[in-house]
């Protein structure tokens, strides 16, 4: 590990002993770090390390020393641990019963769905309607709705994020 800018050089233009090398010599290491971050859960912390591992050979360029090739490798578990904690949390959000609103629209026919949608998109603004309908019926991304309204990716989904909302109301779901 004397000559690390030579040794990371490698690295990066993908040579598989110097990534060996490196994997030998940090592994640990970063394993501690991972678990640590994860609190002891093992299983966690092997996931964290492999993508740490995998941002390593996507993103390392030649560091000058050791401090800084174990500093830039310790944000990239950090980051990688903030990822699988922010995915983990949008799969919890995403499993958890509906709201008795939505649990009780679910639950109608769909005719009776249906006529409830109508109604909703009736009682919304064209705007707001033409913006529901491309987003969600036709399936079209953000960014292209941005580019058409000649408006920020931020400013339309605050929109949509409104016209939810509105919508919601609405068909009787408020938020609680």
């Not at 490196?22 to 640590?36: K, M, P, Q, S, V």
């Not at 993103?59 to 990822?83: F, H, I, N, Q, V």
């Not at 609103?101 to 006529?115: F, H, I, S, T, Y």
């Not at 109604?119 to 058409?148: C, F, I, N, Q």
């Amino acid at each position: 590990m004397q000559d690390i800018p030579r040794w990371t050089a490698a690295v990066a233009r993908g040579e598989e002993a110097a990534f060996n090398r490196l994997y030998d010599a940090y592994y640990e290491r970063l394993l501690r770090y991972t678990r640590a971050l994860v609190r002891g859960d093992a299983e966690r912390g092997r996931d964290v390390l492999q993508e740490t591992f995998l941002r390593i050979v996507r993103y390392l360029t030649p560091k000058r020393d050791e401090a800084e090739l174990w500093g830039w490798m310790r944000c990239l578990a950090r980051s990688a641990w903030l990822d699988q904690a922010r995915r983990l949390g949008r799969h919890a959000r995403c499993t958890q019963p509906l709201p008795y609103g939505l649990q009780a629209a679910a639950a109608k026919p769909n005719l009776e769905v249906r006529e409830d949608l109508e109604k909703m998109l009736g009682g919304l603004p064209e705007a707001d309607r033409a913006l529901l309908v491309e987003k969600y019926s036709h399936g079209r991304s953000t960014r292209e709705l941005s580019e058409e309204l000649g408006c920020s990716a931020k400013a339309v989904e605050s929109r949509l994020a409104r016209v939810r909302r509105r919508a919601r109301g609405l068909l009787g779901m408020e938020d609680s």
